[in-house]
């Protein structure tokens, strides 16, 4: 069965859908941990009836092995998240993108190690183009670095390794999952690993206000349940670093948005390295072929 949408094309949409992320998570007002979990259990409690339409089988005949990749995929995600929505307590949209660039290069290093996939010429001059690009974003800010930037910019670093295995780990799984049931398992281990991690550090997960409700639940359906789910649909069809390297566009697209949204003024670093970040990306999915599988 031929699919209906082009992979490639689907990244680039979950990629606008996640670009929203950051403007939702400051305009919450919530902790990390409550941001986190919120997201994740709304995007779950989206995807339930959509799985209940199409049949608990696949659900019900996981093995005890793919649940437990399910449950190490989803706690890469728990951690990604958390360090990222902290990361944007520390330093600004601009300079946390910067460093979320870095995972492609994580990305293509751990297929290689992992999944032995090739690194091809065009895909490794187009991570140089995102990582140069993700350094010109972040460069103005980084160039007068206080304690408590320096901290930001730690967690976003974390948060490209830890988002950049979550993507590895499901480019095997998908390979025999179908992409609802995956979500829904991954989801919702993440979401336990959050409440596990927040409970151990006697952190509350309650959400205080209504303001934070609206703006979760726009998070939880639109960056996490369709950005998200997209990128973990694509692993399907193509290589787990073109859909880092494509997720690219995201954080530019943070940083317009919180210009719009929050008035953080975009250096003219920001506007540059965004277009070279982007650049990069097509030049490395141009010649990326999909395979040849049927969709689910």
């Not at 007068?144 to 950049?164: C, H, R």
């Not at 277009?275 to 040849?292: D, F, P």
């Amino acid at each position: 069965m031929k699919k209906a949408i082009n992979p490639i094309t689907g990244i680039w949409f979950g990629a606008l859908c996640t670009s929203f992320a950051a403007t939702f998570i400051i305009a919450s007002g919530e902790a990390p941990f409550v941001v986190a979990f919120y997201r994740l259990l709304f995007a779950v409690i989206c995807l339930l009836p959509v799985n209940a339409l199409q049949g608990w089988n696949q659900l019900r005949s996981m093995s005890r092995e793919q649940l437990l990749s399910c449950f190490t995929a989803g706690l890469f995600f728990a951690l990604h998240l958390v360090a990222y929505i902290a990361s944007l307590q520390y330093t600004s949209v601009a300079s946390a993108g910067a460093l979320l660039s870095l995972q492609p290069v994580f990305t293509a290093l751990g297929a290689f190690i992992f999944l032995r996939e090739r690194i091809h010429f065009r895909v490794k001059l187009g991570i140089a183009l995102a990582v140069l690009g993700g350094a010109v974003v972040g460069g103005g800010d980084l160039l007068i670095v206080t304690g408590s930037a320096l901290f930001g910019d730690f967690l976003a670093a974390l948060s490209a390794l830890m988002i950049s295995l979550y993507f590895v780990a499901g480019r095997s799984l998908r390979q025999y999952l179908d992409i609802v049931p995956y979500l829904i398992v991954v989801y919702g281990a993440a979401a336990i690993s959050t409440a596990v991690i927040s409970t151990f550090l006697g952190t509350s997960l309650v959400i205080s206000t209504a303001r934070g409700w609206i703006f979760l639940l726009a998070l939880g359906l639109i960056s996490t349940a369709v950005g998200h789910g997209i990128f973990n649909w694509a692993l399907k069809y193509v290589k787990a670093s073109t859909v880092a390297l494509v997720t690219l566009a995201s954080p530019a697209l943070e940083t317009v948005w919180a210009y719009i949204f929050l008035n953080q003024v975009p250096a003219i670093t920001s506007i540059i390295g965004g277009i070279v970040m982007i650049i990069g990306a097509v030049l490395a999915v141009s010649g990326e072929k999909e395979r040849g599988q049927r969709d689910v």
